[in-house]
């Protein structure tokens, strides 16, 4: 008897579930299809009922973006990375996140799965510039989604928590920073130049009445000179 499309819609969220919590605990490799529907309570016939393969259902988990873009999609994208580079937090959720945890499989798996990660951290970038007031692959915000998933990476892989500690607190200090709003410029007033004023050109007429006082003048002035 063939289910009903809302109780194959449950077992497909099951096994979509399941699966999401062992890839982020064992890996691409170290899942297989077995475990998957063993953790789901089902039989490996029901899988394929679902999905074609575990590249498949790979692609799709890693298409859900768990961890990190809800967080910045749910409220306050500060206050999510505050949660999210927050120690206590990483060890009680250190495989939440898809980014985080699954970015050398996803790297070796197909192109669908890579695809899949390329549209989430895209989508991260975007929400994070939007926080801050811009648009599209804003600078600021792509080292935000930069630092905190490589914050994150690094946090649990390192077997030091001193160092595991001082990078998140590094990562949250330099996230606060970036995630600050640019200050709005103010308008520059336009510069007005103003023209020189042509010089005026004497008028022919007064030239010609320089010119013709200059001898009188001489005269007089040898007159003078001779009567002296």
Known sequence: MPQSPARKARTRAEIVEH??????????AGTNIDDIMLA???????????FTSKDDLF??????????????????AEVALEAYLDR?????NALACTLAALPGDIARS??????AYANVLHAVIGELAKARGRKGLDADATAVAILAVGAVVLARASG???????????????????????????????????RASPKKKRSMSRRKAAAARRPKRAARSRGGRAGA
């Open 59 to 76: 692609a799709e988990i890693v298409r859900m973006g768990h961890g990190l873009l809800p967080k910045v999609r749910g409220g306050s």
């Open 160 to 194: 030091d928590t001193r160092l595991s500690d001082w990078l998140l607190r590094c990562a949250r200090r330099t996230a606060r920073s970036l995630m600050k709003k640019p200050a709005k410029k103010k308008p520059k007033k336009p510069v007005v130049r103003r």
């Open 88 to 92: 206590e937090e990483l060890a009680a």
């Open 110 to 115: 197909t192109l669908p799965a890579r695809l």
């Open 40 to 50: 789901a309570g089902l039989t490996r016939g029901a899988f394929y009922a679902h």
């Open 19 to 28: 699966a999401a919590r062992l890839f982020r605990l064992r890996g691409h």
